[in-house]
């Protein structure tokens, strides 16, 4: 009899279209399940009132509530980007990106060296897609994170641009290529799907930048590059 099952390592690649279409429609349909328990479990909880059963469907609602969150977060990154530009200060950006790390990562944001070397620049950016483009590279450089080692953060101009930098490595330097340096970049995990390099790269076509990964397996560092087109802020006020 001729075996009739499939190699999936041989079958015909999903077209890129197909995929992002399949996980929007997924993610839609997960948090559409995930909205109803959250009712039942309002209804249940007035019901029960104050006391155990009430205090445990309080739980599960945040429970809920989170995954619906990751749910809408994943289904973002195959959306439309749609940015709503504006010239913004680098200097202040990046205090609202520290502040907003150090909330999300109350401990882990301790590790990480802040270098911002710029001054009066500007760039034309959506804010909240550029912090989530650096957010994600955060993200990832925190949970890879080995030991002790810290996280640099620097920013700096450049021949008429602004460079963001998250600079890490190994406890170890690598003594073979294990693939160490992109694992922050492209590996699944919970919590994270390798899509890394995807969003970020999404998010800098739209806004006109650049992503520059390096990783050095000898020294073990890995360097992710940001790259976005600077003003000065001394333009506006200038009388021509």
């Known amino acids: 009899m001729r075996d009739s099952s499939l190699n999936f390592e041989n079958a015909p690649a999903i077209p890129v279209p197909r995929l992002v279409n399949f996980v929007r429609q997924v993610t839609h349909d997960v948090r559409n399940g995930l909205n109803a328990i959250d009712l039942q479990s309002a209804f249940i909880a007035e019901i029960a009132g ?8 309080s ?10 969150q990751d749910m809408q977060e994943l289904s973002s990154r195959f959306g439309e980007l749609r940015p ?8 202040e950006f990046l205090q609202g990106l520290k502040e907003a790390v150090e909330a999300e990562f109350e401990n882990q944001a301790k ?8 001054g009066d620049e500007e760039i034309e950016m959506d804010y909240n897609l550029l912090t989530n483009a650096l957010m994600e590279l955060t ?9 002790d080692q810290a996280i640099h953060f620097t920013a700096w101009d450049e021949k008429g641009q602004v460079i963001f930098e998250v ?17 922050p970049l492209d590996s699944s995990r919970r919590g994270g799907y390798g899509l890394g390099l995807f969003y970020v790269r999404r998010i800098l076509d739209t806004l006109g930048g650049a992503l520059e990964p390096r990783y050095d397996a000898e020294s073990g560092e890995l360097r992710v590059r940001l790259i976005l087109p600077a003003r000065r802020q001394a333009r506006h006020d200038s009388n021509e």
């Open 50 to 57: 104050e006391g155990e059963v009430g205090e445990e469907m």
């Open 59 to 68: 739980k599960l609602r945040r429970m809920v509530s989170h995954v619906t």
């Open 84 to 91: 709503v530009l504006m010239d913004y200060p680098v200097q």
């Open 111 to 118: 590790r990480i060296v802040w270098e911002v070397k710029v």
């Open 139 to 147: 993200r990832n450089a925190i949970f890879f994170r080995e030991g």
């Open 167 to 183: 600079r890490q490595s190994r406890s170890q330097p690598a003594t073979d290529a294990d693939g160490w340096g992109r694992q």
